[in-house]
């Protein structure tokens, strides 16, 4: 079952965000988190920041799992999402470095990598998943028609995709890569919880196809139909067509 929460603005959804994974990291001091890169999450991210520095809440037991990266770009890269990941929240926060996954699109061996990545996920159980969305319905990096099923794997991004983040590679779509390493819909739907935020009636679309659409893998997001607990925070302008 699929909740949704309308909220005002992004500060409300960011507030309303934060209060859900803040309720988790403060009971459960060693819980697992798995969590997204792009502009939705980093009003949470700011949060939980804000609270580590002003109650001291500890991320030192705390383990994480990022979505997706992307492949071709240096880790050093500023729009790498371990860069994006360091940025926003990592460096500011005392999680500990060796208790943080990010799927590596570093070698020649991707296969290998996505491999690898499956591995560690299986030995931890996901106490949250955050996820933003693409205007394509798209979750992590798994683009439409991306088996339910799947787990961590390669992908190419979709011309709406890479149009929409070109905005972080100055605006100019041959700076983007073409493709990603991404954790499948299987290791998504894993989580006990799910927390999707979406802001802006550009994502107002992919909403209404997650929520009230037919579950169909022409909207990757529409698998949360499934889910047992998955929270949608969206502003009004996102749950314009609910
Ligand atoms: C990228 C990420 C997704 C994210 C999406 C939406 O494609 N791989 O995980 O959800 O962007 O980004 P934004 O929140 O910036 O709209």
Redesign the pocket.
């Known amino acids: 079952m699929i909740k949704v929460v309308v909220c005002n603005d992004y500060e409300e959804v960011s507030d309303k965000a934060a209060e859900i994974m803040l309720n988790l990291v403060k009971n459960k001091p060693n819980a697992v988190l798995g969590l997204?890169?792009?502009?939705?999450?980093i009003g949470l991210y700011q949060r939980m920041i804000k609270d580590h520095q002003e109650n001291g809440t500890s991320y030192k037991d705390i383990t994480t799992f990022n979505?997706?990266e992307y492949v071709g770009l240096p880790l050093s890269h500023p729009e790498s999402?371990y860069s994006f990941m360091h940025r926003n929240l990592f460096d500011h926060i005392d999680v500990e470095e060796k208790n943080i996954h990010i799927p590596s699109s570093q070698g020649s061996d991707l296969q290998a990598n996505c491999d690898a990545y499956n591995a560690a996920l299986s030995e931890y159980q996901l106490d949250i998943q955050v996820?933003?969305?693409?205007?394509d319905g798209?979750?992590?990096?798994n683009e439409p028609n991306t088996p339910f099923d799947s787990v961590t794997h390669i992908t190419d991004?979709k011309e709406s995709?890479i149009r929409?983040?070109a905005r972080f590679f100055d605006n100019d779509i041959s700076k983007v890569p073409t493709k990603?390493i991404?954790m499948g819909i299987s290791n998504v739907l894993s989580a006990k919880k799910i927390i999707l935020?979406?802001t802006?009636e550009?994502?107002a679309q992919a909403i209404y196809d997650t929520v009230r659409g037919e579950k169909n893998i022409a909207c990757p997001a529409s698998a949360l139909q499934d889910h047992p607990d998955t929270v949608i925070i969206v502003d009004k302008a996102a749950a314009k067509l609910l």
């Open positions: 997204a890169t792009g502009s939705s999450p979505l997706d999402y996820l933003g969305i693409g205007s798209h979750i992590g990096f991004l995709t929409d983040n990603a991404t935020i979406a802006s550009h994502k």
